[in-house]
């Protein structure tokens, strides 16, 4: 297996646009993860999904995020429209869940709103 | 609200001493809990897991004890060598949803 993919890398973005991060989980995992991670506040969950359907959203910032699962293979953060303070390492994790086996995450999206 | 508190400053050991790394955890009863390992520009890897009902586990130069009376974690690795470099995050679990610590640098001096 490839692991947890996502896309893009790094994204540089103006104030006000709208950007969009994709994540592909591991094959068979049915539980997926947004994290976001800063300097100052370390990983923060932003939101989760388990079988594709979202389960706490708790950690979303704001309206301005919305994250969708339409299927077991994809998933998409969405900031509409950014600020600079998003600036930020977006990682997607996947699971499966009672495994005991733990959280694999992908290498990250480096987001930076100018 | 939940707080999770790791050495805030980086530790820097000779290499071939035992590095040991604390996580204590606050207003939180977590049925599990995870050691990743964090290198720069990567995502977390997972390293270990033990159990609100185990005291201690162990994972060849790797042993994570969990004291839940002290609310508290503490990760060895042993025969520490310098590519045991990296941050090492602490995630109490509980409900298949985990709050990381913000880490610990560990620096392996040779």
């Known amino acids: 297996d490839a692991g947890v993919i996502q896309s893009p890398r790094h994204e540089v973005t103006e104030m006000g646009q709208e950007v969009t991060l994709r994540c592909k989980p591991i094959s068979g995992h049915n539980s997926l993860f947004w994290y976001r991670q800063t300097m100052m506040r370390g990983l923060e969950l932003l939101i989760y999904f388990n079988n594709n359907v979202p389960i706490d959203d708790s950690g979303m910032p704001e309206d301005r995020f919305s994250a969708k699962m339409p299927n077991a293979s994809f998933s998409t953060l969405k900031i509409q429209p950014s600020e600079p303070r998003d600036s930020a390492v977006y990682f997607c994790?996947?699971?499966?869940?009672?495994?005991?086996?733990?959280?694999?995450f992908g290498s990250g999206t480096r987001l930076t709103v100018v | 609200s939940q707080k999770i508190e790791q050495n805030s400053e980086a530790l820097n050991i000779q290499e071939g001493k035992t590095a040991t790394l604390t996580c204590n955890y606050t207003n939180y009863s977590p049925a599990y809990l995870q050691w990743y390992r964090q290198d720069p520009g990567r995502g977390p890897v997972f390293l270990l897991l033990i159990r609100e009902n185990e005291k201690e586990k162990r994972k060849e130069r790797l042993k994570v004890t969990f004291d839940t009376t002290l609310k508290q974690s503490l990760f060895h690795i042993t025969a520490s060598q310098p590519a045991d470099s990296a941050t090492y995050l602490c995630?109490?679990?509980?409900?298949?949803?985990?709050?990381f610590g913000k880490g610990t640098r560990l620096h392996i001096l040779p």
């Open positions: 995630a109490p679990t509980r409900d298949d949803k985990i709050i």
């Open positions: 994790a996947s699971s499966l869940t009672g495994s005991w086996r733990g959280y694999t």
